[in-house]
């Protein structure tokens, strides 16, 4: 069909009178007043309503249908509107849409469009405002080359081994394997400033053992073990080493998710550690200190990020101890416990070559465990596996550990 307007909309109303049917201008015509006669008032309302419709849009049919507005618009304009409405005299508001496309609405877009031009100018459009000189909580928000670069002059600041500040570190394992022997001596040797089967502290540090599992005794019995197997000078790991007394529940964190935070004792915790200058804090295991579900990255996420925050604040290493994947190395659980670490470590039973080698040597196999770096970003750790067997000194007394050397290759 031609696509001229006056041809396309001449028989408007002959086409409705051949199919029976009321022409568009007679059912406008015969649209009830709402409301009755006797409501002058909302009924003068809607008048003013189609009024301004039919001034906008035209009042014929043809220039509704060419102006975009239908007869259902028209329609709509003439609802009552709310009474409240008319008798205070206040703007009419379209309440659907057909009726905000009887008074010229096409939505709100036009509405908001309008009043863009009043928005103050954004913040980085004042002369004035420099975003360099943003800082959160404390700090620098922006970092530029000058201080990155200064920042990256420093010596790196590690706390024992290939484990630096500010960071956290964890190792897996099944229990029994040697995790706990493990980060106790670490934090010996921490304290007493000396080398623990290769890892080497630069200098006599501050520690702390968080091992709710075990009572005070047997940890002290520890101790006392591991400073003489390391010959370290008892006066400097008297000073520098603490434990954590905690008689009751361990948990450290409340809430999950989002919620997350430190309870009463986690507080009290991260004050010791700042307080005491603490340079490598040992948690051992961590399941003891939180109730989330460690299946759930989320919530892991959100509670080692809450301990990295921990780590950066105190200028520490937290290492974590935590029951190894079956079957497998790494640990239990999400996937963020180790994507949030700098340093995974795993200790593991003897493989059959390892133990023949073991043997050979007149060593008893199931004293040995095999300690192997999965994950290392800052350090040096050694590739390949590092052997430590665990025996006591003096019957009764509390195991120690000792590094050996096993001839044989790893199992494949």
Do not use: C, M, W, Y
């Given at each position: 069909m031609d696509l001229n307007r006056d041809e396309d909309f001449n028989n408007t109303n002959d086409a409705a009178a051949m199919s029976g049917a009321e022409a568009p201008a007679t059912?406008?015509?015969?649209?009830?007043?709402?409301?009755?006669?006797?409501?002058?008032?909302?009924?003068?309302?809607?008048?003013?309503?189609?009024?301004?419709a039919e001034e906008a849009k035209g009042a014929n049919p043809k220039e509704a249908l060419l102006n975009g507005t239908s007869m259902q618009a028209a329609e709509a304009a003439a609802k009552p509107l709310p009474a409240d409405a008319a008798e205070a005299g206040e703007a009419l508001?379209?309440?659907?849409?057909?009726?905000?496309?009887?008074?010229?609405?096409?939505?709100?877009?036009?509405?908001?469009?309008?009043?863009?031009?009043?928005?103050?100018?954004?913040v980085a459009d004042n002369a004035t405002f420099d975003p360099d000189d943003l800082t959160f909580e404390g700090h620098k928000f922006l970092v530029g080359w000058d201080a990155l670069m200064e920042e990256a002059a420093k010596p790196v600041d590690r706390v024992i081994g290939p484990f630096e500040a500010q960071t956290l570190a964890i190792v897996s394992g099944e229990p029994g394997r040697g995790k706990s022997l493990l980060s106790l001596n670490l934090a010996v040797a921490t304290a007493g400033g000396v080398e623990f089967s290769g890892f080497r502290p630069p200098r006599p540090q501050s520690a702390l053992i968080l091992s709710p599992e075990d009572k005070l005794g047997a940890i002290g019995a520890r101790i006392k073990a591991a400073v003489e197997e390391l010959r370290a000078d008892p006066e400097l790991v008297k000073r520098n080493l603490r434990v954590v007394n905690v008689p009751g529940s361990s948990i450290i964190f409340e809430g999950a998710g989002e919620t997350l935070d430190f309870n009463a004792l986690g507080r009290v915790l991260r004050k010791a550690i700042?307080?005491?200058?603490?340079?490598?804090?040992?948690?051992?295991?961590?399941?003891?200190l939180h109730t989330a579900d460690e299946n759930s990255n989320m919530q892991v996420h959100a509670l080692m990020a809450s301990l990295r925050a921990m780590a950066r604040e105190?200028?520490?290493?937290?290492?974590?101890?935590?029951?190894?994947?079956?079957?497998g190395q790494g640990p239990r659980g999400a996937g963020a416990f180790s994507g949030t670490v700098r340093a995974t470590l795993h200790v593991d039973a003897l493989g059959k070559k390892e133990a023949k080698a073991a043997e050979a040597q007149g060593l008893r196999p199931s004293s040995i465990f095999r300690l192997v770096f999965i994950k290392d970003n800052y350090g040096d750790g050694e590739g390949g596996a590092v052997y430590f067997q665990r025996l006591a000194i003096r019957p009764g007394e509390a195991p120690v550990l000792r590094r050996v050397t096993l001839e044989a290759g790893e199992d494949e």
């Open positions: 059912l406008a015509a015969n649209v009830p007043k709402a409301g009755g006669e006797e409501e002058n008032g909302q009924e003068g309302v809607n008048d003013a309503v189609l009024a301004e508001v379209a309440t659907n849409r057909a009726q905000r496309r009887a008074l010229g609405i096409r939505s709100t877009k036009d509405e908001q469009t309008a009043q863009i031009g009043d928005l103050p100018p954004p700042r307080g005491r200058r603490a340079r490598f804090v040992v948690a051992d295991p961590f399941i003891e105190t200028d520490s290493v937290i290492f974590l101890t935590h029951h190894s994947a079956k079957g």
